[in-house]
């Protein structure tokens, strides 16, 4: 009953707080989690198909990535408002196309630039050992091109973490909603929970991604 006490004196650091609300909490940070990961698979079914049919195309490039940058300066807000008539307020699909959509551009420039950055010599090495282009793309291009790609999806990833929060006023829940309940009811637990778990998690992503980075270019680590 003691600790409780921080309950009623409204303190930031409550742990009464968590422990009687936390099938909320729990819930909130799973939908968030969902949301994330909803988002970023949807703008990597995109992103990467996109990348390699305008990779050849100066003029593809260009549309493609001013499209994508018209897109990435539009506010959260405003995006997730614009698409909700489209599919419906009641769901968390405006979060989701939205969020992938800023993410389709961040990802796109990064596999151009990772593919890019193959060098010459590793290519026509490839050619004379009778690599179709298929196989090259698979076997040697893709492969050397994982550290910008991953180093994209790292940077998608945090800031998606964060967006998904703004999501919350259109009624998208997770995390967000318990922030945004905070700040209505000036709920000093609930604010700060919330925060330290959206930061927490888009560290877990971060540091999750770095370890995946290694693991797969494991000729960077003997370099």
């Not at 091109?145 to 964060?162: D, F, I, K, W, Y």
């Amino acid at each position: 009953m003691a600790t409780a006490g921080c309950i009623r004196a409204n303190d930031w650091i409550c742990p009464a707080y968590v422990s009687s609300d936390a099938d909320a909490i729990l819930a909130a940070l799973r939908q968030h989690l969902e949301l994330t990961l909803a988002s970023l698979a949807l703008a990597v079914v995109i992103a990467l198909p996109l990348a390699l049919v305008v990779r050849q195309s100066r003029t593809g490039r260009l549309v493609a990535l001013g499209i994508g940058g018209v897109v990435y300066t539009i506010p959260s807000l405003a995006l997730f408002v614009l698409l909700g008539p489209v599919f419906g307020f009641t769901s968390s699909l405006p979060v989701v196309v939205a969020l992938a959509a800023y993410n389709v551009q961040v990802l796109l420039r990064q596999v151009l630039v990772g593919l890019d950055q193959v060098p010459v010599e590793v290519r026509d090495a490839a050619v004379g050992m009778g690599y179709s282009p298929l196989a090259m793309l698979r076997r040697v291009e893709l492969p050397l091109a994982l550290p910008a790609v991953l180093a994209g999806l790292r940077l998608a990833s945090v800031s998606t973490v964060a967006l998904v929060t703004v999501g919350a006023v259109i009624g998208s829940g997770g995390l967000g909603s318990l922030l945004y309940a905070g700040f209505q009811n000036d709920y000093h637990p609930q604010q700060l929970t919330a925060l330290v778990l959206v930061v927490l998690l888009a560290l877990t992503f971060e540091l999750l991604l770095q370890g995946a980075e290694r693991l797969a270019t494991p000729w960077r680590r003997s370099a």
